[in-house]
């Protein structure tokens, strides 16, 4: 049997080689298209990759003469799972340190929100933030500046993010106060980056517990509405 192990590691170098080859296929194609590409790994689907870009999560063939941008459901389990949504939901997981948070006394869903304190109806959402507990609805804000991460909103932005308290921060500065510029270790183009990725195009996006992002404002009682009957 002494032929046993180096046949293993001959099937796993030409493996690696396989993966190698198509990974490098597809950084080829897609960077030729303008696309800066994070990340790339297997997908549930045989023969195709699960390409993380700045532009968003993509499913890309091995040879990268096709890519698909757009919900793709994992029905494995019974129910259908949209599959890019939750690798996304990962991603914003991994920010949830530097989330704005207004927490539910008696929660019964988080739901997690790109926002922008120049924004209109962003700015009557959160002026709704005690009818949205009161309901049993925690809001966790990401910084989404429309202008983008290089503007003076983005700076304003940025300086709410690194103060001691955050949220009597937030607060005034949705009201127009804005803090007197401050840096820190908090970087904004990461959250503004995820927004990208999750294809967030306005504020507020709310992410819901299922992974799907629905655009746009939705008084409390509609919110509840919504989470309710996507938890049946």
Same mark, same amino acid.
């Given at each position: 049997m002494s032929f046993i192990r180096p046949l293993c590691i001959a099937v796993s170098l030409l493996c690696l080689s396989h993966t190698a080859v198509a990974n490098e296929a597809i950084e080829k194609k897609l960077g030729g298209l303008g696309m800066t590409i994070n990340k790339i790994?297997?997908?549930? !689907?045989?023969?195709?990759? *699960?390409?993380?870009?700045?532009?968003g999560v993509m499913i890309a063939s091995e040879d990268g003469n096709y890519l698909f941008h757009g919900d793709l459901y994992d029905l494995t389990s019974g129910q259908p799972v949209n599959y890019i949504a939750k690798r996304l939901v990962g991603e914003v997981?991994?920010?949830?340190?530097?989330?704005?948070?207004?927490?539910?006394?008696?929660?019964?869903?988080? !739901? *997690?929100?790109f926002t922008d304190i120049t924004c209109p109806y962003c700015q009557k959402m959160h002026q709704q933030m005690n009818e949205y507990n009161d309901l049993g609805i925690t809001i966790s804000y990401l910084a989404f500046p429309r202008q983008g991460p290089l503007s003076e909103n983005a700076a304003n932005m940025q300086s709410v993010w690194c103060m001691a308290d955050k949220n009597t921060a937030f607060d005034k500065a949705d009201k127009g106060e804005i803090p007197a510029p401050a840096t820190c270790d908090f970087d904004i183009r990461d959250h503004y980056k995820l927004g990208n990725q999750m294809g967030v195009t306005g504020t507020p996006a709310i992410l819901v517990p299922s992974g799907d992002l629905v655009p746009g404002y939705l008084p409390p009682k509609e919110m509840l509405a919504m989470l309710e009957k996507q938890a049946l």
């Open positions: 790994e297997d997908s549930p !689907i045989k023969g195709l990759k *699960t390409v993380t870009t700045e532009q997981a991994k920010l949830s340190d530097q989330m704005i948070t207004y927490r539910a006394k008696n929660e019964k869903f988080a !739901i *997690t929100v």
